[in-house]
């Protein structure tokens, strides 16, 4: 097949593609006899230009050097490379358990299906429940201020990640990201995700692919457990013998995977009591912020805003403040989406965003956060935890001890003032909103920080500091506070059979990332040993 890179076309241009690919091959469109969609990224820095940019592997009836050599030079024309997944061979090591994988979010997703596929009958533990459950439990909590422990929007099948937008962006770049990719669309994700430049699945896709791949790793002879807590390891001169289920079932096991996620806090604390080396980590706080989605749409896509082939917009924002060397940002933005009640502890108000496949909402969410470090928290190993959950629980007096969250319009917080109802948007998160102060329940250099990012985001995009913006607190978990560290064997650095991986063992960053990483460790397992 050919490839065709940077090829530019116009939002109103209604040509097909293969047409279009047979005028940038110089061939009759008749030669072209197959079009795939390798990328597609829309450039609409130029708002009365916005373009979708096009990489195309095509297939042609005539022979490919001819057409190559009659387009001598153009650099954006070459022969297509095709994408061959390497053959992983089983290790001489013989494990003599079956693996565990604990944690059924991204990364013990991938972990535990990949392992599964080869033979190995891994053993998967979920703390949480079943996708059906636990859909029910957190729309009760949003409903009605019941919260649940066990199940909530970070715990449970699917992980955290499955309330959530579904953005499957990333910054790592692994040729394995397309084997991900490959997996979700075999359990239900469309097919789009794997050639659009910014592919996103969406909360009520992303249940449908849990549930799926539950059953293939059922139907591989794996097992799945929820509501499964591993509350304690057995270790003996640094090797993992096994694990405690429950603070009742012992578990053998030579290889665990803890793919436990950013908000296991009790897990952590249990790991470090039992001497696995981690170290304290950088993360970022703040708030959500939400606009209607029309005012991010204008600003991003000028007058062609609302056009039939564009999507609600997104936005990434960044402020670095001089005098003190933070820095405030926008992260996990969702547009067309909600912004959700996401504790997991009893006492403690948390925020993120989520939104459905066809982010038709109409309100544009995103974290606004500063960044903390291991100093703002003392550099104890697990004083980011602490850190966190006093400003969760801040924030839970502040919303009125009920789970609703603290809430202050974009205008009161630059002018130290509550109480203004002139909100731009319905606020959207559930089970409610009290208007406050978000002075009270953040650290003053989050709050001066946003301070000044703000007026700074209003030149980028305006109306985004507009005084009627809604921001609600506070967002605590944009990554995890702690570092679990590892080898390049994804093992633990001092409990041999410990791997530690995802988001929670601090080497990841995203459902992409996070399930890349359960992916990865898994291969290095199979490369290692036998069953
Ligand atoms: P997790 O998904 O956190 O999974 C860890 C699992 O381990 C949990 O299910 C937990 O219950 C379980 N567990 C923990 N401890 C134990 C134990 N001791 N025993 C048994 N089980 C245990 N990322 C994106 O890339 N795009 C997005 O759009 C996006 N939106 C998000 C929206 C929300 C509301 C949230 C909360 C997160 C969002 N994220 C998003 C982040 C993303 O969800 C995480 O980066 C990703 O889920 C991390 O995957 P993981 O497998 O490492 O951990």
Not at 293 to 322: C, F, N
Request: glycine share 10%; hydrophobic share 40%; charged share 20%.
């Amino acid at each position: 097949m050919l490839r065709i890179i940077n090829m530019r076309v116009l939002l109103d241009n209604e040509t097909s593609l293969n047409t279009l690919a047979a005028k940038r091959l110089k061939i009759p469109p008749q030669a072209v006899l197959e079009v795939v969609i390798v990328r597609r990224a829309l450039d609409a820095r130029r708002k009365s230009n916005i373009s979708f940019v096009y990489t195309l592997d095509v297939k042609v009836a005539v022979p490919e050097g001819q057409v190559l050599s009659r387009l001598k030079g153009d650099k954006d024309i070459s022969v297509a490379k095709e994408y061959v997944p390497e053959v992983i061979v089983q290790g001489q090591n013989t494990l003599e358990h079956p693996p565990v994988v604990i944690g059924f979010g991204p990364a013990g997703m991938l972990a535990a299906l990949t392992l599964a596929q080869h033979g190995y009958k891994p053993i998967l533990l979920e703390r949480g429940r079943n996708i059906e459950q636990r859909t029910r439990d957190v729309s009760t909590f949003w409903q009605t201020g019941q919260f649940d422990a066990i199940s909530n929007v970070q715990f449970g099948e699917g992980g955290a990640g499955t309330f959530s937008d579904g953005k499957l962006t990333t910054r790592v770049n692994d040729p394995l990201m397309r084997q991900v990719l490959d997996i979700l669309i075999k359990a239900g994700a469309p097919e789009e995700i794997a050639y659009l430049h910014k592919p996103h699945i969406g909360t009520d896709k992303l249940r449908e692919i849990v549930k799926s791949i539950r059953q293939e790793i059922i139907a591989l002879g794996g097992r799945v457990e929820f509501e499964s807590k591993v509350t304690d390891i057995d270790v003996t001169e640094g090797q993992l013998k096994g694990i405690v289920v429950n603070e009742t079932t012992y578990i053998p096991c030579c290889a665990a995977l803890f793919a436990i996620g950013h908000s296991a806090r009790d897990t952590y604390e249990m790991l470090h009591r039992q001497g696995v080396t981690m170290e304290a980590k950088a993360f970022s706080m703040g708030v959500r912020i939400e606009h209607p989605q029309e005012v991010i749409d204008t600003s991003q896509y000028g007058i062609s805003a609302g056009h039939p082939q564009l999507k609600a917009a997104d936005y990434a924002l960044v402020y670095h403040a001089k005098d003190t060397g933070r820095t405030a940002y926008s992260f996990c933005m969702c547009p067309g989406g909600l912004v959700v009640a996401a504790s997991s502890e009893t006492g403690g108000v948390v925020t993120n965003g989520m939104s459905l496949y066809n982010r038709a909402s109409g309100v544009a969410n995103s974290a606004l956060v500063v960044n903390v470090t291991p100093e703002d928290f003392g550099g104890e190993v697990l004083g980011g935890i602490n850190f966190q959950r006093k400003y969760e629980q801040l924030a839970f007096v502040c919303g009125g001890g009920n789970y609703h969250a603290p809430l202050q319009t974009v205008g009161d917080f630059l002018a130290g003032t509550t109480g203004s109802t002139a909100f731009a948007t319905k606020p959207s998160y559930k089970p409610g909103v009290r208007a406050a102060d978000l002075r009270q329940c953040l650290p003053d250099f989050v709050t001066n920080t946003l301070a000044q990012a703000l007026p700074d985001f209003e030149r980028k995009i305006k109306g985004f500091a507009s005084p009627e913006a809604v921001m609600i607190g506070v967002e605590t978990r944009t990554s995890a506070p702690v570092r679990i560290l590892r080898g390049s064997d994804y093992q633990s650095l001092n409990t041999k059979g410990l791997y530690p991986i995802g988001e929670g063992a601090g080497y990841a960053g995203g459902i992409m990332s996070a399930a890349l990483d359960g992916l990865n460790s898994a291969i290095s397992i199979i490369k290692k040993s036998k069953v």
